[in-house]
């Protein structure tokens, strides 16, 4: 299983970004799939989640407030997670994460939860 993580960038406060995670290897169809992020000195956290067909979304409502949105598209193996109004404290590394399962489970947020890792994409709000 191997996912690599895209999109990241340099952008101003306000700004938005798009993020892509593409699995190679294998196909994303059975495989509940996650964004975390990590910033300088802090833990690894969840963002979001997706379940395999897409039709259960979650959100850490404190990290997106609304701005970020999921979504999958299994016929290119890849997960989005689109970033609006973005602030200088959504500056991270960002990693997407495979569940060996179709759902998002209750502890989806843990890292625990998931199996596989990309590497990540760095992400900078700049204010």
């Known amino acids: 299983v191997q996912l690599q993580a895209s999109g990241g960038g340099l952008v101003q406060a306000g700004g938005s970004l798009r993020l892509s995670c593409v699995a190679s290897?294998?196909?994303?169809?059975?495989?509940?799939i996650a964004w975390f992020r990590q910033a300088p000195g802090k833990e690894r956290e969840g963002v979001s989640c997706i379940s395999s067909s897409g039709g259960d979304t979650y959100y850490a409502d404190s990290v997106v407030e609304g701005r970020f949105t999921i979504s999958r598209d299994n016929a290119k193996n890849t997960v989005y997670l689109q970033m609006n109004n973005l602030k200088p404290e959504d500056t991270a590394v960002y990693y997407c994460?495979?569940?060996?399962?179709?759902?998002?489970?209750?502890?989806?947020?843990?890292?625990?939860?998931?199996?596989?890792w990309g590497r990540g994409t760095q992400v900078t709000v700049s204010s």
């Open positions: 994460a495979a569940d060996n399962g179709v759902w998002c489970g209750s502890g989806w947020s843990s890292t625990l939860a998931f199996d596989s």
């Open positions: 290897g294998f196909t994303l169809d059975y495989y509940a």
